[in-house]
Structure formats: C-alpha cells, structure tokens
C-alpha cells in the first residue's frame, strides 16, 4: 500500500513539473527541487545516457551497471505523469496563445523577470564588474539576433527539432531556467505546442531523440561549466535571459517588430504582475523547504 501511495504522489510531482515544462517562465527543474525529485531524476537522465552510450558501444552487457543506477520506482511514475502535464498543458495553453498573443506574452514576461532572480542569486556576492560586462554583452547580442529578419529558427523544417531541443533540455540542469522559454526565443514553442497536441508523430521522434542528445552533450557540458567556471557561466546564462526578453514585448507586429504599448496596457501590466507573482512564490517556497530541511511533499 505504502508503495502505491509514493507511486501516485510521484506521478502527481511528475504531472506539476510538466505542466511547468509547458509554460515559459516556469522552470520545470524548480518544480522538481521544490517536490524532492531533482537529484534523482538528475542522477537517473544521466545513467540512462551511459547506459545507452555503453550499448551502442560494448553490446547489452556494458548496461547493466548504469542501468542499476537509476531509481525506476521513482523516474517511471515522474514520467508518466510528465507525460500526462505537457500533454494537458499543450492542450489548454495553445488555443490561449492564438487567441490572445498580447496577455499572453505579459503573463510569460512577468515569470521570466521573476527567474532572472535564479542565476542572479547562485552568483550572489562574487558578482563583479567583469561578469556584469559579460551578462551585459550577451544580453545586447541576444536582443539584437532576436531584432533581425527570421530571428527564429526555420520552424517548418524538422532539421532544426532536434538542436531545439537539445538546447531546451539544459534547463533541466538549472532550476530557475524554463526550457519552453528557450524553445520560445528559438521560435520553436508554438509548433511543438502543436506537434503535442496533433500527435505529430515524426515532430515529437525527432525533439526526443534531440533531447536525449541534449542530455547526452549538452547538459554534460554545461554541468562541467557549472563545475569549473561556476560564475562566469551563469553570469551569462543571465544575460541571455534578459535578452531574451525581447521576444516576450507584449506588442509586436506581424514580423516581430515592436510596437508601442496599446490601450489594454493595464491589463498586461497586471497580467504581468501576476506571472512575477507566482515565480516569486516558487522561489520562496523552495527556499523555506530548504532551510526546514523538508525535501518531499
């Protein structure tokens, strides 16, 4: 009984941190810290890429030892209830996306704003004009590339899933970073929406095979950044979020100009309010489970 139970309290924090994945802004990665699961399911994404590397490499019996190494009582009901958050979460968020592009944008800049408190706080007293300069100079540049024509990623071509979602899968290393925001910046957040929600099999083969890429490069890499240049790399981490704001201006024109602010500003202003809000409670929710020691809900 007492194993059931921790299976459905598992595929509950596994359906919250999906949910979370789908919406940008909100880290999925922070959802798991706050529910007890990050390290595990951390340890775990990393021995199911040594175990599939070491097949690939050696044959079905180089697996066994990294495929002991992964907690499946925990990774499989987390999973499953994922699943069933991005695909709930897909549903519900993209006919809102289509039908109301301006308040949406305002609630995705207002939690987003909020992350920024994330890396800013993990770097804490070793800021220093250097690493200031270099938040500044990858926010300008990421904010520039974001103004030029086709500032996104070609959206109608599989060829760029994969590398989408390679690089979204890095924001499960740090809590605070929202995959569906990288997606979002790339230009690649609405066509997966709707990938998950036609059942675009070949769409959805490619993003988890470039995830799992992701997983396998990326994240080892920026894990090892984390390690060895802790500060320097989230110094820019931060200045890529910011710049990356730009994308998110509730106004924009058809090619993604900007545009002045237009009469519903109150509402997007307390549109905006409202995502900052929650994000704000996230954060201090996993603080105050931090320093209570409480690390399962």
Do not use: K
């Not at 549903?91 to 301006?102: A, K, Q």
């Amino acid at each position: 009984m007492t194993r059931v139970v921790g299976s459905v309290l598992n595929g509950l924090r596994g359906f919250l941190i999906g949910l979370a994945e789908i919406v940008p802004g909100v880290s999925g990665g922070t959802v798991a810290l706050i529910a007890g699961v990050y390290q595990t399911l951390i340890r775990s994404a990393s021995s199911l890429v040594q175990t599939l590397v070491a097949g690939l490499r050696s044959g079905p019996a180089a697996v066994r030892a990294p495929w002991r190494d992964i907690a499946w009582s925990i990774v499989v009901p987390v999973g499953v209830g994922m699943v069933a958050g991005i695909f709930l979460g897909a549903w519900l968020l993209e006919p809102v996306l289509e039908d109301y592009p301006i308040l949406t944008r305002a609630v995705f800049a207002g939690l987003i704003l909020a992350s920024l408190w994330v890396p800013l706080q993990m770097v804490g007293s070793r800021w220093t004009p250097a690493l200031a300069l270099a938040a500044l100079a990858s926010a300008s540049a990421v904010f520039l590339a974001l103004g030029l024509p086709g500032g996104g990623l070609p959206s109608d071509s599989l060829l760029w899933v994969a590398p989408a979602a390679a690089l979204a899968v890095c924001a499960l290393v740090l809590p605070g970073v929202s995959g569906s925001y990288l997606l979002l910046t790339l230009g690649m957040y609405e066509p997966t929406l709707s990938a998950v929600n036609d059942r675009d099999v070949a769409y959805l083969a490619v993003f988890v095979l470039g995830a799992l890429l992701g997983l396998g490069v990326f994240v080892r890499g920026l894990q090892w950044l984390l390690a060895n240049h802790f500060a320097i790399t989230l110094a820019i981490m931060t200045g890529l979020m910011l710049g990356s704001l730009r994308a998110l201006w509730p106004w924009q024109g058809p090619t993604g100009e900007l545009l002045a602010p237009g009469a519903d500003v109150v509402m997007v202003a307390i549109l905006a309010s409202a995502g900052f809000l929650v994000v704000v409670g996230m954060i201090v929710t996993q603080r105050a489970l931090g320093r209570s020691g409480l690390r399962n809900l």
